[in-house]
């Protein structure tokens, strides 16, 4: 079946503009999680939803990041006014169930370059 | 928030075991113990998980000290295709719901 896929998967943008990055979970996966990986770094975890509901936001790096998902499916992270240092891969996954006996399961990436 | 610590990096011959370390001194009763590996330019894929007792799945086995201060990835038999960033993660769901990735250990398997 279909595995996690996310858009676009490169973006280029300029300082101060703002840029909406989507991800399409497995189907019938209630949890969903967003982090960011710098060049040659470990993953940041952003945020993550069960269902439509984020528990915990805590992880995003300012308050320039928001993220929504709606219809308990699609996902966007929106970063407003971005700067250089936001400059990374964004990664989504999904799981079955939002409880950590489950594994998470990838897409892709978006690489956001902000010139 | 509980954490890991890995060796940044680790080699293996080819066809060879491999036992990738992790400390995880300050796990608490309600975190699992997972297993991610990154290939380059790609996500991280599921390696495998466990809370208390060793598990065996296809890819691997994960051995987990008695006191859960530490665990053990095994590879029965490394292969080129093995080579990637191995992350060890606590995943906790008690309280604010958190999932640390530390740097992990580059594993490179040599021919």
């Known amino acids: 079946g279909a595995g996690v896929s996310q858009s676009p998967s490169n973006k280029v943008t300029e300082k101060g503009k703002d840029v909406e990055l989507r991800c399409d979970p497995i189907?019938?996966?209630?949890?969903l999680y967003w982090y960011r990986q710098s060049l040659g770094q470990g993953l940041e975890f952003l945020i993550y939803?069960?269902?439509?509901?984020?528990?915990?936001k805590s992880g995003l790096p300012s308050d320039r990041f928001s993220a929504e998902r709606t219809g308990g499916s699609v996902s966007t992270l929106t970063i407003q006014r971005t700067q250089q240092e936001d400059s990374a891969v964004y990664l989504c996954?999904?799981?079955?169930?939002?409880?950590?006996?489950?594994?998470?399961?990838f897409g892709p990436g978006t690489r956001l370059t902000v010139t | 928030d509980a954490k890991t610590t890995q060796p940044n990096s680790m080699e293996s011959n080819e066809e060879e075991p491999v036992h990738l370390p992790c400390n995880h001194s300050?796990?608490?009763?309600?975190?699992?113990i997972h297993w991610y590996r990154q290939l380059p330019s790609q996500g991280p894929e599921y390696v495998i998980h466990?809370?208390?007792s060793n598990v065996n799945n296809r890819m691997a086995s994960l051995a987990i000290a008695e006191d859960r201060k530490s665990s053990t990835l095994i590879l029965h038999r490394a292969t080129l295709r093995d080579a990637a960033v191995y992350y060890c993660?606590?995943?906790?769901?008690?309280?604010?719901?958190?999932?640390?990735f530390g740097t992990g250990t580059r594993l490179k398997v040599l021919a």
């Open positions: 996954a999904s799981s079955l169930v939002g409880t950590s006996g489950y594994e998470q399961y």
């Open positions: 189907s019938g996966h209630t949890a």
């Open positions: 939803f069960q269902g439509n509901s984020a528990p915990d």
């Open positions: 300050t796990i608490s009763g309600t975190d699992y």
């Open positions: 466990g809370l208390t």
């Open positions: 993660i606590l995943a906790s769901t008690s309280g604010t719901y958190k999932y640390i």
